[in-house]
């Protein structure tokens, strides 16, 4: 496995505001100014803890925070074409995205994000 070097900023053509960020995933854009507070229900989710200081949302800070921030975006979109709204079918939104986000290639998650 090859290490990987952070995404080089210089070279991003950005449409987001400076010091922003978005992220780009299988043809879905996502941005900042995107969050609900869905997407901070579903992190507290995925790290076990509403705490504050356990739920650091910005995914500039770390590959993990970006993968969890890739995964909550897409739990919202999908949940709210769900026709099954019980939460076992939920559950099984998220452990999908979950695997699906943790499985994907290195490059693609790093290569998602976007800053400003």
């Known amino acids: 496995m090859s290490m990987l070097a952070p995404p080089d900023q210089s070279t991003r053509v950005d449409a987001v505001r400076p010091g922003s960020w978005s992220i780009s995933w299988r043809g879905l854009h996502f941005s900042e100014e995107d969050l609900t507070g869905q997407h901070l229900s579903v992190l507290s989710l995925i790290v076990g803890s509403d705490d504050f200081s356990a739920l650091d949302i910005d995914p500039r800070n770390g590959h ?22 019980s ?14 986000v943790a499985s994907a290639p290195v490059e693609e998650i790093l290569g998602s994000i976007t800053f400003g």
């Open 64 to 85: 993990q925070r970006l993968m969890m921030m890739i995964a909550a975006f897409v739990v919202v979109q999908a949940a709210a074409s769900a026709t099954d709204g």
């Open 87 to 100: 939460a076992e079918a939920m559950g099984g939104i998220v452990a999908g995205v979950m695997e699906d």
